[in-house]
């Protein structure tokens, strides 16, 4: 049985817009099929190299975007310097919604490898939406699903314990790439050590023995650079405040 899409790109395949990705590896995927010509030519699909700014801050909010393949990192901007890293976005993400009330952006989003998304103008977006209910509900839980990880994000940073917050975060990511199915997982980790540390406000030193303490207790185990087997239990993919009973359960805490 095929697993429903996710919101956005449910909303981009009603538009008629390239959504399917098939994975081509663990880092991304691939297109099922070509872009209509006629879209492509638009702008509307853009390649970015790793490393590639997708957008910064004090643009105009004047569109968002959908990753079909590879992952991004997204960074908020204070009016001093650069912040923490406010999350990752995956295939099946949207990403620009954070600056939504203001005319300018507040983050920053760069591509952590190779990457491809669909950029969807607001005014365009929300015009038609405004005449369709079926994208206007596809709208909304597109919406829905980006406030739940801001949600989920900040219930990792009120779990205290270094060790517990990243295994929190490892089950988390798991889940999101769906890879997170049964007893067993694993999540693939495009981002940096020194990124994981920054969007879990810890120090990296912190991160790197939490790497280890869960590794020697069995909790997870690392496959290759950017590869880490670890245990999911069904708490862990569900919302609030399932994950911190379940990372809880691990320590026997």
Same mark, same amino acid.
């Given at each position: 049985?095929?697993?429903?899409?996710?919101?956005?790109?449910?909303?981009?395949?009603?538009? #008629?817009?390239?959504?399917?990705? %098939?994975?081509?590896?663990?880092? %991304? #995927?691939?297109?099922?099929?070509?872009?209509?010509?006629?879209?492509? %030519?638009?702008g509307q699909l853009r390649h970015l190299l790793a490393g590639a700014l997708l957008f910064g801050r004090d643009e105009p909010m004047d569109a968002v975007h959908v990753v079909l393949r590879g992952s991004l990192k997204l960074r908020f901007h204070g009016v001093r310097d650069t912040g923490p890293l406010l999350g990752f976005a995956f295939p099946g993400d949207l990403v620009g919604l954070d600056a939504r009330p203001f005319a300018t952006r507040r983050i920053e989003a760069v591509a952590l490898e190779p990457s491809l998304v669909v950029r969807l103008p607001l005014a365009q977006i929300e015009a038609r939406a405004a005449e369709d209910p079926v994208l206007l509900g596809l709208w909304w839980k597109a919406l829905a699903t980006t406030l739940r990880q801001r949600i989920e994000h900040t219930e990792l940073l009120d779990i205290r314990q270094a060790p517990l917050r990243v295994l929190g975060f490892l089950r988390q990511l798991a889940a999101r790439q769906g890879r997170c199915q049964g007893p067993e997982g694993h999540a693939y980790l495009p981002m940096a050590r020194s990124d994981i540390a920054s969007h879990l406000c810890l120090a990296l030193e912190s991160v790197s023995r939490a790497f280890g303490r869960l590794e020697a207790r069995g909790e997870l185990q690392a496959r290759g650079l950017r590869h880490v087997g670890l245990r999911c239990p069904q708490a862990a993919v569900l919302a609030p405040p399932g994950l911190r009973h379940s990372v809880a359960a691990a320590f026997g805490t």
């Amino acid at each position: 049985m095929t697993a429903p899409l996710p919101a956005p790109l449910a909303l981009l395949e009603h538009l #008629g817009l390239p959504a399917r990705v %098939a994975p081509a590896s663990p880092a %991304a #995927g691939r297109l099922r099929r070509p872009p209509p010509p006629a879209y492509a %030519a638009d702008g509307q699909l853009r390649h970015l190299l790793a490393g590639a700014l997708l957008f910064g801050r004090d643009e105009p909010m004047d569109a968002v975007h959908v990753v079909l393949r590879g992952s991004l990192k997204l960074r908020f901007h204070g009016v001093r310097d650069t912040g923490p890293l406010l999350g990752f976005a995956f295939p099946g993400d949207l990403v620009g919604l954070d600056a939504r009330p203001f005319a300018t952006r507040r983050i920053e989003a760069v591509a952590l490898e190779p990457s491809l998304v669909v950029r969807l103008p607001l005014a365009q977006i929300e015009a038609r939406a405004a005449e369709d209910p079926v994208l206007l509900g596809l709208w909304w839980k597109a919406l829905a699903t980006t406030l739940r990880q801001r949600i989920e994000h900040t219930e990792l940073l009120d779990i205290r314990q270094a060790p517990l917050r990243v295994l929190g975060f490892l089950r988390q990511l798991a889940a999101r790439q769906g890879r997170c199915q049964g007893p067993e997982g694993h999540a693939y980790l495009p981002m940096a050590r020194s990124d994981i540390a920054s969007h879990l406000c810890l120090a990296l030193e912190s991160v790197s023995r939490a790497f280890g303490r869960l590794e020697a207790r069995g909790e997870l185990q690392a496959r290759g650079l950017r590869h880490v087997g670890l245990r999911c239990p069904q708490a862990a993919v569900l919302a609030p405040p399932g994950l911190r009973h379940s990372v809880a359960a691990a320590f026997g805490t």
